[in-house]
């Protein structure tokens, strides 16, 4: 497939990132990991607190293997960086877009009654990031945010036509065209004047997404650089500097959290008793530095942008 650019669409060409859309891709990885190496990890943490989630509507809109996504479950951004309640309250205004879903039982109900089907798949959604998503938000919100930083850059120093390429082995920009990998579509996309809109997307990968047809903006969806280390996890040291702040035992857990964790797997860790770990974790959080997510049965601890920021810092020489 290729994207027409005119002057006025190199203008309007802008950067976002889409919780809702990391959601909805998300679901594919959880419908089949064995496609998704990379995010496999994450698959595995997750799929166990799925079971106490009810999340039946959102799955048959995301059918596997993905032809077709409904635009109105994951529309593009207007804002750079929304939550994930702005967007919610866009798709449950696209009651007019509900066409060419996968007919189930699911589906069928919410043609039936719109309004009340997009609030359910609202609430459905909201209860999958809950127990999915949000404890590994801060991770995967640096890591989105440090690709949008390194293409800003790209753009500044290189242009816009070598900042396109680098997206992805697959992208390539020929005259005025950018060249996109498609599986399912093919042949020439103009981008009206709207310009393009890029959405680095953690459960995208492999793969490029791209959405050209109206109303939306045109908009490819793409894996960010350094997804491959996103979900290692390896023995770590506290940082000293931190250390010498909140003390080794807290700076230590702050350290494990590198990836959402119960009390048990960082008492199993750290040596700690469970009673102790709480302890710490309870004055982290009340510090802001990690943040606690109940989903069911399950508590998991996460450190916050603060720490993570804190942690960078510390990093560097």
Known sequence: ??????????????????????????????????????????????SRRLRDVDWRLLSDLVPVP????????CPPPATSVPDLEVELATMRSLTGDLTDLPDTRHTRALLADPERGLER???EIRNYWAAAIEPYWARIGALLEGDV???????????????????????????????????????ERPLRGMGLLLVPSVFT?????SVTAPPYQPTV???????????????????????AVLGRTRARLLAELDQPASTRELAQRTGLTEPGANQHLTALRKAGLCSAHR???????????????????DARP
């Open 1 to 46: 497939m290729e994207l027409i650019f005119t002057t006025r669409d190199v203008a309007n060409t802008r950067f976002a990132i889409s919780p809702l859309w990391e959601v909805v891709a998300s679901v594919r990885v959880v419908k089949n990991p064995a496609a998704h190496s990379l995010l496999r990890p994450w698959a595995e943490q997750v």
């Open 66 to 73: 993905t032809r077709y996504i409904p635009g109105f479950v």
């Open 121 to 123: 798949l609202s609430e």
């Open 149 to 187: 930083l390194y293409r800003a850059r790209t753009l500044a120093g290189h242009g816009l036509r070598q900042m396109l390429a680098d997206l992805d082995p697959g992208v390539s920009w020929e005259g005025e065209r950018l060249r996109l990998p498609s599986v399912h579509c093919a042949g």
């Open 205 to 209: 990968w492999p793969r490029v997404f």
């Open 221 to 243: 969806r793409y894996p960010p650089r350094g997804l491959a280390t996103l979900w290692e996890h390896a023995e770590v040291e506290p940082p000293q500097a931190l250390a």
């Open 295 to 313: 989903t069911g049965r399950f508590v998991l601890y996460a450190r916050t942008a603060v720490a993570e920021t804190l942690l960078r810092q």
